[in-house]
Nanobody
């Protein structure tokens, strides 16, 4: 059974930092791109970071570029999202996902496995 389990969410003040982790089990994802998405109440799921299976190429939308950093440790089958300079508008449930291919995609439909999500709340 394939599982992606996120952790590291919580409540933080604006300007603070959080590090999310996504541990994969059931199979290895070392040959697949991985991504992080977020979804706020009443809004669509939004791509926030992606990383190729090699870890060399990453992608971010302008809304988080320079503040969020995605990384992966294929030996541990784990993906991370370091979030700095957090803003209240970053408040959402954050999801980890495994892409169907080795390249990064920004649309949810390109991903085949999803975690259950972890809540991030940024207070002003």
């Amino acid at each position: 059974q394939v599982q992606l389990v996120e952790s590291g969410g919580g409540l933080v003040q604006a300007g603070g930092s959080l590090r999310l982790s996504c541990a994969a089990s059931g199979r290895t994802f070392s040959r697949q791109a991985m991504g992080w998405f977020r979804q706020a109440p009443g809004k669509e799921r939004e791509f926030v970071a992606g990383i190729m299976y090699t870890g060399v190429i990453t992608d971010y939308p302008d809304s988080v570029k320079g503040r969020f950093t995605i990384s992966r440790d294929n030996a541990k089958n784990t993906v991370y999202l370091q979030m700095n300079s957090l803003k209240p508008e970053d408040t959402a449930v954050y999801y980890c996902a495994a892409d169907r291919s080795i390249t990064v995609h920004t649309t949810p439909g390109a991903y085949e496995y999803w975690g259950q999500g972890t809540q991030v709340t940024v207070s002003s």
